[in-house]
């Protein structure tokens, strides 16, 4: 199984300020790492795929970089509505999820 | 647009089998994957398997021997058998669109390559199971 292990778990930041997230694969995943935003009492929302690529209707800010076994998601500049948990998925064998970073005020 | 709603029982009790099933509208289930996935209280994001209409199904390794996905094209639905849970099985499940994406990147000689990715791009709303007597 392949472990993705996200750091920080927490991220304390102000709107306007950019945070950087951080996800790193137990083996190689090439480029197959996806990106999740969740807030509470709601599902999942596709935020990057293929590492770098932006879903359809996501903001700029948003941006992945990363190959073989290390991965960021960056956001440029956080709005109000960005403060929620995002998880990394690895698509590269079976399905795994890291356990998540919460990006709070 | 694409939906989709789980639904079943919101109990179930120690030992027995949870059963949801996944309502597709918008999207006919003959096309992509079609995955569950699960949240324990408070906890992060478990993969449990997805089915192709092709009948190509895959397992998480770790429930593998307790889980069964099957599909019902005719229905446009498809479902999850969880045999003999126990209380760690309590969770949120969520249902959830497949797709293959293509990618057209830049590759060596001024060509281009075109790469193939998974994501899973709607998911249902959720429904929560708790095991209990």
């Known amino acids: 199984e392949i472990v993705m292990t996200q750091s920080p778990a927490t991220l304390s930041a102000s709107p306007g300020e950019g945070a950087t997230l951080s996800c790193r694969a137990s083996?190689?995943?090439?480029?197959?790492v996806n990106w999740y935003q969740q807030k509470p009492g709601q599902a999942p929302r596709l935020l990057i795929y293929g590492a770098s690529t932006r879903a359809t209707g996501v903001p700029d800010r948003f941006s992945g970089s990363g190959s073989g076994a290390e991965f960021t998601l960056t956001i440029s500049s956080l709005q109000s509505e960005d403060f929620a948990v995002y998880y990394c998925?690895?698509?590269?064998?079976?399905?795994?999820f890291g356990q998540g970073t919460k990006v709070e005020i | 647009q694409v939906q989709l709603q789980e639904s079943g029982p919101g109990l179930v009790k120690p030992s027995e089998t949870l059963s949801l099933t996944c309502t597709v509208s918008?999207?006919?289930?003959?096309?992509?994957?079609w995955s569950w996935i699960r949240q324990s209280p408070g906890k992060g994001l478990e993969w449990i398997a997805y089915?192709?209409?092709?009948?190509?199904?895959k397992y998480n390794p770790s429930l593998n021997s307790r889980v069964t996905i099957s599909i019902d094209t005719s229905k446009n639905q498809f479902s999850l058998n969880l045999s003999s849970v126990t209380a760690a099985d309590t969770a949120i499940y969520f249902c959830?669109?497949?797709?293959?994406?293509?990618?057209?990147?830049?590759?060596?000689?001024?060509?281009?390559?075109?790469?193939?990715?998974?994501?899973?791009?709607?998911w249902g709303r959720g429904t929560t199971v708790t095991v209990s007597s």
């Open positions: 998925q690895q698509s590269n064998n079976w399905r795994t």
């Open positions: 959830a669109r497949e797709v293959e994406g293509i990618v057209v990147v830049p590759a060596s000689w001024g060509l281009k390559e075109r790469r193939k990715y998974y994501y899973m791009d709607v």
């Open positions: 918008g999207d006919s289930i003959s096309t992509n994957y």
């Open positions: 083996q190689s995943v090439s480029s197959n």
């Open positions: 089915i192709h209409s092709s009948g190509s199904t």
